[in-house]
């Protein structure tokens, strides 16, 4: 893949979606679930809008593990190297 800036990285820090570990602020108004599901949109938005304009090669460095569903997906769909 051609970047724009070769000598440069994008790091993007991820939780993998894990209801009462994710988004646990919001869980005043929100259901575990429902904040969940808000990290879920927000990660999922967050590697479309670093990846689309090429600018460099971005990194995903994943919590607990890379082994998680949610980031085997990522690296699928998205020009991403897990970390």
Request: aromatic share 8%; net charge positive; hydrophobic share 45%.
């Amino acid at each position: 893949m051609a970047y724009k800036h070769l000598d440069a990285v994008i790091i993007v820090f991820c939780k993998a979606p894990i209801p009462n570990q994710v988004k646990t602020r919001l869980t005043r108004v929100l259901s575990p679930k429902q904040a969940c599901d808000i990290h879920i949109e927000l990660s999922l938005k967050t590697r479309q809008l670093v990846t689309q304009v090429k600018l460099c090669p971005v990194q995903l460095w994943c919590a607990p593990s890379i082994e998680h569903d949610f980031f085997s997906a990522a690296a699928d769909t998205y020009p991403v190297t897990l970390w």
